[in-house]
């Protein structure tokens, strides 16, 4: 691989309640119709697409993109969990690298309904080496919803390993709400307070109901172009993905005897140590992260996992400030998960969304101070983890 694969256009359209939003095809098609003028460049460039998503049916990509243009264009569909539109950002960016196009566009969208994750009932669950590695580290409550019973076990490992209280996840909830208030796109933007997190519905373990994300549908989409096309065309405002890894699960993820790795720390940390070497840079380097938050318990595992601080020490991180404006990183200043909202299959390409304004210097009110270099976390349990290092072009 050589040269560059650079950012031209980006677009998300601000994620809903299930019930509340359009047809996903319809979310789909605008996403990705508004990331194309973001770029300046006519769908009849696009030479590849990749569409991500979980719920829905085959040819769903096909469904949304026909109705931007149908130009006999390879579509592909991609299923990688929470991790699916990140995906299909890391295929179409491998596109680009390779030299097998020069344009390619990558869109991710989810139609959720309301209440926990469904699952197939009548195969093997994709999930099953994840329930039997925590039945077998921490016991399972058939009763407690899975997800929350995931992280919310890996969370009581963290409080038991390295002490504290569920106030350490709490104050992650506070800051992402903090952050939401600056941020149109946000679905949930009233402050909170650590008591309010803390005195809201117990879920599992130490998680409360403010502590977990919630089901929501939306989508969002990137525009990719090689550095031959960018400069055939005078596109400008660019912003390189520098770095990217997606990995899968190891041993590790199941026979470490942590819940933690369980639910991608170990992940992450592969995924982040091979991004940051391909850009040239270390977690020091970065000006802001937007990272996985779907429970407040995945943000502090999160931090310590990428490298932004050493491990055990999320509290002192947060005390300091250092997760936030005015600190070391600004952590998630969309609001994350926990506040902009978690389509799954539209979460990466949000998230990417997100770094490439801050990274042109178009964040409006959120915007971090000249803003270099950005990092994306994003996880899918069954599973993938994708890191991406994002720099001004």
């Not at 939003?21 to 990331?35: I, P, Q």
């Not at 921490?138 to 919803?145: L, Q």
């Not at 996840?169 to 796109?185: E, I, L, Q």
């Not at 991004?275 to 996985?292: C, K, N, Q, R, T």
Request: aromatic letters at 8%.
């Amino acid at each position: 691989m050589s040269g560059k694969a650079l950012i031209a256009g980006v677009a998300m359209v601000k994620f809903s309640k299930p019930g509340k939003s359009e047809m996903y095809d319809v979310m789909g098609a605008r996403a990705a119709a508004l990331a194309l003028a973001d770029a300046g460049v006519a769908y009849g460039e696009v030479q590849q697409a990749y569409a991500g998503y979980v719920y829905g049916n085959t040819c769903s990509g096909q469904t949304a993109l026909y109705s931007v243009g149908m130009t006999r264009i390879p579509i592909f569909n991609v299923n990688n969990a929470c991790a699916s539109g990140s995906s299909a950002i890391y295929l179409a960016r491998q596109a680009i690298l390779g030299g097998q196009v020069d344009v390619a566009l990558a869109v991710g969208f989810e139609q959720m309904a309301a209440g926990a994750l469904s699952v197939d009932t009548d195969r093997t669950p994709i999930t099953w080496r994840l329930d039997a590695a925590v039945e077998a580290i921490r016991g399972w409550d058939d009763n407690a919803p899975q997800a929350p019973q995931y992280f919310g076990s890996a969370g009581a490992e963290y409080l038991e390993k390295y002490g504290g209280t569920n106030e350490l996840f709490a104050k992650v909830s506070v800051k992402a709400r903090s952050h939401a208030a600056r941020n149109p796109y946000a679905l949930f933007t009233e402050p909170l307070t650590v008591d309010q997190v803390l005195q809201s519905t117990p879920i599992f373990g130490p998680l409360t109901k403010l502590m977990c994300c919630p089901p929501t549908c939306g989508a969002a989409a990137t525009v990719l172009v090689s550095e031959a096309y960018a400069r055939r065309h005078g596109l400008t405002r660019l912003v390189e993905i520098a770095g990217m890894s997606l990995v899968t699960d190891g041993n590790d993820s199941f026979e470490s005897g942590s819940v933690a790795n369980v639910v991608g720390a170990g992940v992450a940390r592969t995924a982040s140590r091979q991004a940051y070497e391909e850009a040239g840079i270390g977690p020091d380097d970065a000006d802001l992260v937007e990272l996985h938050d779907c429970f407040s318990s995945n943000e502090i595992i999160a931090y310590e996992a990428l490298g932004l601080c050493p491990e055990g020490e999320s509290a002192r991180f947060i005390a300091d400030g250092d997760n936030t404006y005015g600190g070391r990183i600004v952590t998630n200043p969309s609001g994350g998960l926990l506040s902009k909202g978690h389509p799954l299959g539209a979460t990466g390409p949000a998230q990417i969304a997100e770094l490439t304004w801050h990274l042109r210097g178009d964040a409006g009110a959120r915007q971090v101070p000249d803003a270099r270099i950005g990092l994306q976390h994003n996880v899918g349990l069954g599973g993938a983890g994708v890191v991406s290092v994002l720099k001004r072009a």
